[in-house]
């Protein structure tokens, strides 16, 4: 459910308005790329640490939820981030794989 309404939030985010839309995308860029030694030490099979998954979701939902939206997605990140937790780190990845189909 999470992923449904952070989908309809990238869409607005998406929409928005040049300037704003190209200040998204550097806030973006700037988190996925990480800290840079933890990015490259880790291995490519693992997702990248939570604080910066949270903080890179967070700030596309905040570009594009409107009120109502983010009040949703304040409550559904917390038990999306247990459930992924509960799974363990790999666990969306191999769900998600054509192979293992």
Excluded: C, K, W
């Excluded at 700037?30 to 910066?52: K, N, Q, T, V, Y």
């Excluded at 983010?70 to 790999?90: F, K, S, T, W």
Aim: avoid cysteine; charged fraction near 30%.
């Amino acid at each position: 459910m999470a992923g449904a309404f952070e989908a309809t939030a990238a869409r607005a985010a998406a929409a928005l308005e040049p300037a704003r839309r190209a200040l998204l995308v550097a806030d973006l860029r700037s988190i996925a790329s990480g800290p840079g030694e933890s990015r490259r030490s880790r291995s490519p099979d693992l997702p990248a640490p939570p604080a910066l998954d949270e903080r890179f979701h967070r700030a596309l939902a905040n570009a594009g939820a409107g009120p109502h939206l983010q009040r949703e997605l304040d409550v559904l990140y917390p038990q999306a981030a247990r459930y992924a937790r509960a799974d363990g780190p790999r666990s969306r990845r191999h769900r998600a794989s054509p192979r293992r189909r």
